[in-house]
């Protein structure tokens, strides 16, 4: 067996190119913070970015001007407000959109897993339908003669997660809310997984129901504890709700939001800094939040 | 018992009276916000029967602590399943969800809701978060209940953007064609419940000490006086006020 574990620099750098499709994991709980905001520091360009509901990630990809074009059901800062970076960038007209919705962007990444072009959907056929989307296909079943909208498959090139724990081999273990995490990865040609912590091969023999992501699927794992703060991981980590909530008033303002990206991304050399930035207070209530390690059922 | 809704604020009368509306229901698709405090507080009171369903894939969920997305700690937190969310869409498209509950920023007469732009889709006033699981939700629930602040500015004869589409003569036929659900019945607001019709919205009954000049204020659609009674409230939603106090 392959020992895949890699450094964050190495696993963007081996596996990323520019004008990348790229799937991004994370429905609330596991986003990928750390592992993504590498594409930043690389200036990876021209990158096409997906999933179903997308948080503060996306709006800060956005804002850094690497991503050319987002696919997406929703895109905010969920109960707090707008994705405000994405609202400038639409009006300005400098990135392209596919707007869907978060089933069909779910059903879009099954019909790639499945390796079929499309899944016929009842959804997509009445309502306004976003102009760039107007591509969108009716079909007709052959046995009932129901009308259906044919929800074409999204194959990204590439799959960025974050779990619990993996082996060094890429046999990922992942619990709690998953929303389309595993679907996208398993869609996409190749996966980078951020985990919390890596375990041995006889740990995930243990519990291998755990297992949702098998070694032979998996380009490199890296281990980033704290990876998917300001987000949780369930058995770690509780959200940092307030972070969301003061990302509103700092995306609002353009010279403030490039701030907060020199201190969160661009200056941030590793993730044993990222969770000196976090803080040992923070840390520590987070720990002790819902889902965190000091309080599980 | 005499209820005084005025003591409540707005959310939490909207809240108050849609989990009236989930009685007799088994499941329920449940986005963040007012829909899933309406829902929490059925649960905890007049429906105790009711599973919250959450397009993140939680299943029997009882969120007793604010949450902001619909995967965070507190709707995973106490959830007697998760699961993903194509199973979650894939169990709502099969017909297998009872009742829908969902907010937008703006409704039309006939229930179509907007919460991708106002203005005009390509040069847009607002870009706002586009339809997340709401569009699905809208065309697939078989019971669906829409909830509104009563802010005039958000009801309007005609939605900027129809993201989820609604009911009424027109709509109906053709979700027939497409063996789709009739869409929204019921809407309320915190001060009124209105029920579809083929022509739109007809205002069905209010809440206690409200007159019709208030439940209609600055609403665009032609409305007649209600057609039913005050609305009652089981004593024991408000008891359950306090647990979902946040």
């Given amino acids: 067996m392959i020992d895949k574990t890699s450094t964050v620099q190495h696993a963007i750098k081996n596996n990323v190119n520019a004008g990348d499709t790229i799937f991004i994991g994370g429905f609330g709980h596991l986003i990928p913070f750390y592992l993504s905001h590498e594409l930043i520091r690389q200036k990876i360009v021209d990158l096409t970015i997906c999933r179903s509901g997308a948080d503060i990630l996306f709006d800060q990809l956005i804002a850094s001007e690497i991503v050319k074009k987002i696919i997406f059901g929703y895109v905010g800062n969920p109960t707090v407000g707008l994705s405000h970076s994405f609202s400038r960038a639409y009006k300005k007209k400098s990135i392209e959109i596919e707007e869907w919705t978060n089933q069909s962007i779910i059903m879009r990444l099954h019909a790639a897993r499945m390796g079929v072009s499309f899944v016929p959907s009842k959804i997509l056929q009445i309502g306004d339908k976003p102009s760039n989307i107007a591509y969108l296909k009716q079909i007709t079943c052959p046995y009932t003669g129901h009308k259906f909208s044919a929800i074409p498959a999204l194959k990204p090139d590439i799959a960025l997660i974050h779990a619990q724990c993996a082996d060094k081999y890429g046999n990922v273990q992942m619990w709690g809310i998953d929303g389309d995490t595993i679907e996208g990865a398993l869609a996409s040609d190749k996966i980078i997984v951020s985990v919390e912590k890596i375990i041995s091969n006889s740990k995930i023999k243990e519990s291998p129901e755990k297992t949702v992501i098998p070694s032979h699927r998996v380009s490199n794992i890296i281990e980033l504890p704290w990876g998917a703060y300001p987000s949780y991981v369930s058995g770690y980590y509780s959200r940092d709700d307030d972070h969301y909530i003061e990302y509103d008033a700092t995306s609002r303002d353009e010279d403030k939001l490039s701030s907060y990206l020199k201190n969160w991304v661009h200056d941030v050399r590793n993730i044993k800094e990222y969770k000196k930035i976090i803080g040992n207070t923070k840390i520590k209530e987070l720990e002790e939040g819902l889902c965190g390690v000091k309080n599980e059922d | ?246």
Avoid at chain 2, 3 to 25: C, F, M, Q, T
Avoid at chain 2, 76 to 87: E, F, K, N, R
Wanted: proline content about 7%; overall charge negative; aromatic content about 6%.
């Fill in chain 2, 1 to 246: 018992m005499k209820i005084d809704y005025r003591e409540y604020s707005p959310n939490k009368r909207i809240a108050i009276i849609a989990a009236s509306e989930l009685v007799g229901h088994k499941s329920c698709f449940v986005g963040i916000g007012i829909p899933s405090d309406a829902a929490c507080l059925a649960k905890l009171s007049v429906e105790p029967e009711l599973n919250l369903i959450y397009e993140s894939g939680a299943i029997g969920a009882l969120p007793l602590s604010k949450s902001y997305s619909t995967g965070s700690p507190s709707i995973a937190h106490g959830a007697d399943m998760i699961t993903d969310s194509l199973t979650v869409f894939s169990d709502l498209q099969a017909g297998r969800i009872d009742v829908g509950l969902l907010s937008a920023a703006q409704i039309d007469k006939f229930g179509n809701l907007n919460s991708t732009v106002i203005g005009g889709y390509d040069d847009p006033k607002i870009r706002m978060v586009g339809s997340g699981g709401a569009h699905d939700i809208a065309c697939l629930i078989p019971n669906l209940i829409i909830l509104m602040p009563h802010d005039p500015r958000r009801f309007v004869d005609t939605v900027d953007f129809a993201t989820s589409p609604g009911s009424g003569r027109d709509i109906k036929k053709i979700r027939e064609q497409l063996n789709l659900p009739e869409g929204p019945s019921v809407l309320i607001t915190d001060k009124a419940k209105f029920i579809m019709s083929d022509d739109g919205w007809l205002l069905h009954s209010m809440l206690d000490n409200f007159t019709f000049a208030e439940a209609t204020e600055g609403l665009p659609w032609s409305l007649k006086p209600p057609i039913s009674g005050p609305i009652e409230t089981d004593p024991s939603i408000i008891s359950a006020l306090a647990q979902i106090n946040y």
